[in-house]
Nanobody, 112 residues
Framework: EVQLVESWGGLVQAGGSLRLSCAAS????????IGWFRQAPGKEREGVSC????????YYADSVKGRFTISRDNAKNTVYLQMNSLKPEDTAVYYC?????WGQGTQVTVSS
């Protein structure tokens, strides 16, 4: 069974940082790209960042480019999202995704 478990969301002041983790199991981790998405209240879910299976290729939404960094540790079956210079508009539930599989999400709240 594929499982994706996000961790380390929280409450932070504007300008602060958080590092999210997505721990994966139930599939050959280093064979798949992984993506981070977010959904703010009243808004559609949007793509934030993704990383190729090897980690060599990454993508960022314009809204987070230069502030967020995605990485992965294939030995630990984990993908990370380092979020710096956080803004109130980054407040959302953050999800990781592999194919059609989603985690349960972790709440990130940025106060002004």
């Amino acid at each position: 069974e594929v499982q994706l478990v996000e961790s380390w969301g929280g409450l932070v002041q504007a300008g602060g940082s958080l590092r999210l983790s997505c721990a994966a199991s139930g599939f050959t981790f280093d064979a798949y790209a992984i993506g981070w998405f977010r959904q703010a209240p009243g808004k559609e879910r949007e793509g934030v960042s993704c990383i190729s299976n090897s980690g060599a290729t990454t993508y960022y939404a314009d809204s987070v480019k230069g502030r967020f960094t995605i990485s992965r540790d294939n030995a630990k079956n984990t993908v990370y999202l380092q979020m710096n210079s956080l803004k109130p508009e980054d407040t959302a539930v953050y999800y990781c995704r592999m194919g059609d599989n989603w985690g349960q999400g972790t709440q990130v709240t940025v106060s002004s």
